[in-house]
């Protein structure tokens, strides 16, 4: 159970986004992508369930080469992945409770009311029970973005992909969807990527940190060495100093 | 001399380029959807509710352009005729344009507008909001899930708007007949019978059906291809209605060429 990052390489026209990616991410570990933005994070994280093709490099999840799966061999992998949206992605025509209940009805088996209650307790983790018969456009940016979350781990996948889980969030609101983060990796013991580039939440809920910058993993190392890393970029990047590294300017 | 016509001579290039390109990404489109046909289970549960939003909703707006197409061949048939052709070929005349031609153009065009321009908005703004990738990582296959029953709807519910469009059509030039017309409704039924043949019905439904294929399919791959934000979700919707309409008339001519 892990995720294999191998050289990844993605282009978009003539702009190199991605440059030679390699990152190993262990069973029951939670690892932040930090990076500047434009860095690749978000394309990085839709090569791993196939969303995009890399160009070039490999990207193997439970030793599966994802880029090598059928179309049928792909969804059952995608069973064992939730992913988290920037946006949350919801479905503006479904209820929460439909939104959540979605990725339930391609899990062979599930009865109806297994899927209600396997809905309901989803709602229960993220701290949302009695929103499931509003729709989205009835919630506010934090609840869209707890919902997003119930969906992706309804079926309980072994791992969950975050893609900035806490954009244009307030501190108060971003420590809760950190709080359930943490929540989640404890409780159902999945192996966690999160793609921020907020610094405070990547500190708080990573086991280890990857600064992605330039197309390439500049830097990798638990949330004490990235606060005591002196890579000039780095340092920029946590202390909001562009002044600090020039290429950054 | 050179300088003066390689800009045009390059814009025709790349236009020709363009062209092609995009035939080709309807080509691997319509290719993806009838493979999704087979994933049942995906689309199946859509495809009520498709026919309802697609068809049964848009019988109203058929039905009203259908009434006034009607009155307006009755009035147009009589001023023409007068002194010339008895009154009765009023009938024969509203019934033959409506079910060979009016019905189904007019109510194509129509649904051009409504069902295409819904489908690319819908799946358009689906796809610049993630809607669609999102779709991808829950396992299911966007094209099953959203194109399919789209398309079956559209296959299966235009036929039966066109008929109702064809019906109404009939009926209002019928009673625009009777009523300011010096026309009986026998001296109408005469005229409605005189060059009526069973094939005008099936040539009709024939021409909607595939204006429901061309609206449909059009509309999701529009959809489809939005790539941006809100002003890609226009483009796809302008482009949707604009190259549905257009299939229409060019189907319509194509359908007179080779069933008549």
């Known amino acids: 159970m892990s995720i294999r990052i191998w050289e990844v390489r993605k282009s978009f026209g003539a702009r190199v986004v991605l440059d030679g990616v390699t990152l190993d991410v262990d069973a029951g570990e939670t690892v932040a992508i930090i990076g500047f933005s434009g860095s690749g994070k978000s394309v990085l994280l839709k090569t791993i369930v196939g969303l995009l093709k890399p160009d070039s490099g490999a990207v193997f999840v439970d030793g599966q080469d994802v880029g090598a799966l059928r179309r049928e061999e792909l969804y059952a992998l995608r069973r064992q992945v939730g992913y988290v949206f920037q946006f949350a992605a ?19 088996g599930m009865t ?71 929540k989640l990796d404890r409780e159902l013991g ?24 330039d197309g390439r993993v500049r830097f990798t190392g638990t ?8 890579d000039p970029i780095v340092r920029a990047f946590i202390e909001g100093r562009p002044e600090l590294a020039q290429e950054v300017v | 001399m050179n300088g003066l016509w390689s800009a045009p001579l390059a814009w025709v290039g790349r236009s020709a380029l363009e062209l092609s390109a995009g035939f080709g990404r309807f080509g691997r489109f319509t290719a993806s959807a009838v493979r999704a046909l087979s994933d049942t289970g995906t689309w199946g549960r859509q495809l009520i509710e498709q026919m309802a939003r697609l068809g049964v909703e848009s ?8 009434a006034f197409t009607g009155i307006v061949l009755a009035l147009q048939a009589s001023y023409t005729f007068t002194g010339a052709v008895p009154l009765y070929f009023v009938g024969a005349l509203v019934a033959k344009t409506m079910i060979l031609e009016l019905g189904p153009v007019l109510t194509g065009l129509a649904l051009a507008g409504r069902v295409g321009a819904n489908i690319a908005s819908e799946i358009g703004t689906m796809r610049v909001t993630e809607q669609i990738d999102a779709l991808e990582t829950l396992a299911y296959d966007p094209v099953a899930y959203l194109v399919v029953p789209r398309v079956l709807a559209g296959v299966v519910m235009f036929p039966i ?8 059509g009939i009926a209002a030039g019928w009673i625009t007949s009777i009523n300011l017309l010096d026309l009986s409704t026998p001296e109408f039924v005469r005229g409605v019978r005189l060059f009526f043949d069973t094939f005008d019905v099936r040539y009709s439904l024939v021409k ?15 959809g489809f291809g939005a790539a941006g934000g809100a002003a890609a979700v226009g483009r796809a919707t302008t482009q949707a209605v604009v190259l549905s309409s257009m299939l229409i008339l060019v189907l319509d001519a194509f359908w007179a060429a080779v069933l008549l």
């Open chain 2, 59 to 66: 019988i109203p707006i058929a039905v009203f352009i259908a």
């Open chain 1, 112 to 182: 109806e009311a297994q899927i209600r209650e396997r809905v309901e307790e989803s709602l229960r983790l993220v701290e949302l029970e009695g929103y499931g018969a509003r729709l989205p456009g009835q919630l506010s940016g934090g609840q869209r973005k707890r919902v997003g979350l119930a969906r992706a781990i309804a079926t309980r996948p072994r791992y969950v992909l975050y893609d900035e889980p806490t954009t244009g969030l307030d501190p108060v609101t971003t420590a809760v969807i950190d709080r359930l983060i943490l």
């Open chain 1, 190 to 213: 999945v192996t966690s990527l999160v793609v921020t580039h907020n610094m405070e939440s990547a500190l708080r809920i990573a086991d280890r940190i990857a600064f992605l910058h």
């Open chain 2, 208 to 222: 909607a059906t595939s204006f429901g294929l061309v609206v449909t399919l059009v509309g999701c791959f529009s």
């Open chain 2, 161 to 168: 708007v066109v008929a109702f469009a064809d019906a109404v």
């Open chain 1, 90 to 108: 919801l479905f503006d025509s479904m209820t929460v409770e439909e939104n959540v209940a979605m990725g339930l009805r391609r899990v062979p």
């Open chain 1, 223 to 230: 949330p004490d060495e990235v606060r005591s890393s002196e």
